[in-house]
């Protein structure tokens, strides 16, 4: 594959098949660790990447059993017309739980769509909504067939994420970022940020600090802390949500590290018991 090649995947390929393919190793390093750390291996051997791009949003509230949501009260998501995330809100705040689409978005991915009306492409980020129930952009007849990659043209890319055990979770927060560089300047970049929404989010006043400038220990400090500002954590999963935006800071600031040759990304999992 040349660095000017795009690269299509079915939405019915594995996630254990683009973990460990090489061409998505060597030139898609963020959406190959993503897909690595979904689940299980029986899971991912099993799972697409199509179904992790679509999966369902996640909320301490709707994840449980229905005699426990009875118990409590239905939430807005399922049976229920509040969400108890936020009782004043008129909307459901569970978050998007996939590992591939914040990776898929820091790429510049898109998405091939087909349904009654025909076919049409758009980009990954614009797949979704900021809503937990209405999560997906797509149109209901519309099935997601295909994953289309850009040509890597200089980009480099890293995925982190965070999790309470060292497989089978969801996460509760995935750091994607991806930086073109020409020599040692950031010429592009984006930073995408996993389970702090219902969407993946872009943090892109972060992302525009780092263009035309050279990755240094000072500029990774200062667009970490401005990584932090979007990262808007609610109390709706595993660990508290300060925690959460914290750690985005030191997976931001690390995943620069790893890009600019500064320092290992360290684990691609954070995983704590």
């Given at each position: 594959?040349?660095?000017?090649?795009r690269?299509?995947?079915?939405?019915?390929?594995?996630?254990?098949?683009?973990?460990?393919?090489?061409?998505?190793?060597?030139?898609?390093?963020?959406?190959?660790?993503?897909?690595?750390?979904?689940?299980?291996?029986?899971?991912?051997?099993?799972?697409t990447?199509?179904g992790?791009?679509?999966?369902?949003?996640?909320?301490?509230y709707?994840?449980?059993?229905f005699?426990?949501r009875?118990?409590?009260?239905?939430?807005?998501?399922?049976?229920g017309?509040?969400?108890?995330?936020?009782?004043?809100?008129?909307?459901?705040?569970?978050v998007?739980s996939?590992?591939?689409?914040?990776?898929?978005?820091s790429l510049?991915?898109?998405?091939?769509l087909?349904?009654?009306g025909?076919e049409?492409?758009?980009?990954?980020?614009?797949?979704?909504?900021?809503?937990?129930?209405?999560?997906?952009?797509?149109?209901?007849?519309?099935i997601?067939?295909?994953?289309l990659?850009?040509?890597?043209?200089?980009?480099?890319?890293?995925y982190?994420?965070?999790?309470?055990?060292?497989?089978?979770?969801?996460?509760?927060?995935?750091?994607?970022?991806?930086?073109?560089?020409?020599?040692?300047?950031v010429?592009?970049?984006?930073?995408?940020?996993?389970?702090?929404?219902?969407?993946?989010?872009?943090?892109?006043?972060?992302?525009?600090?780092?263009?035309?400038?050279?990755l240094?220990?000072?500029?990774?400090?200062?667009?970490?802390?401005?990584?932090?500002g979007?990262?808007?954590?609610?109390?709706?999963?595993?660990?508290?949500?300060?925690?959460?935006?914290?750690v985005t800071?030191?997976?931001?600031?690390?995943?620069?590290?790893?890009?600019g040759?500064?320092?290992?990304?360290?684990?691609?999992?954070?995983a704590?018991?």
């Amino acid at each position: 594959m040349a660095a000017r090649d795009r690269l299509t995947l079915g939405a019915g390929t594995t996630l254990a098949a683009v973990a460990a393919h090489r061409e998505i190793v060597t030139h898609y390093p963020a959406l190959a660790t993503a897909a690595g750390l979904v689940s299980s291996p029986q899971l991912r051997n099993m799972g697409t990447l199509g179904g992790n791009v679509c999966v369902d949003t996640r909320c301490n509230y709707y994840n449980q059993s229905f005699e426990w949501r009875r118990a409590i009260g239905f939430c807005m998501k399922k049976d229920g017309d509040v969400c108890l995330v936020a009782p004043g809100s008129p909307r459901c705040w569970a978050v998007s739980s996939s590992d591939t689409a914040p990776a898929l978005v820091s790429l510049g991915a898109a998405v091939r769509l087909v349904g009654g009306g025909g076919e049409r492409t758009v980009p990954l980020a614009a797949l979704y909504h900021d809503d937990g129930i209405e999560y997906l952009a797509k149109r209901r007849d519309e099935i997601v067939t295909d994953i289309l990659l850009p040509p890597v043209d200089g980009w480099r890319s890293a995925y982190l994420k965070l999790r309470r055990r060292g497989s089978f979770d969801f996460p509760v927060l995935g750091v994607a970022v991806a930086a073109r560089l020409e020599g040692a300047v950031v010429r592009d970049a984006r930073i995408v940020l996993g389970a702090v929404a219902s969407r993946p989010r872009l943090a892109e006043k972060a992302a525009a600090a780092l263009v035309g400038r050279r990755l240094t220990p000072e500029l990774i400090a200062a667009v970490a802390e401005l990584a932090a500002g979007p990262s808007k954590p609610l109390d709706n999963t595993d660990f508290t949500h300060p925690y959460r935006k914290k750690v985005t800071r030191v997976f931001v600031a690390r995943a620069l590290r790893a890009l600019g040759g500064l320092g290992d990304a360290g684990r691609a999992v954070e995983a704590i018991a």
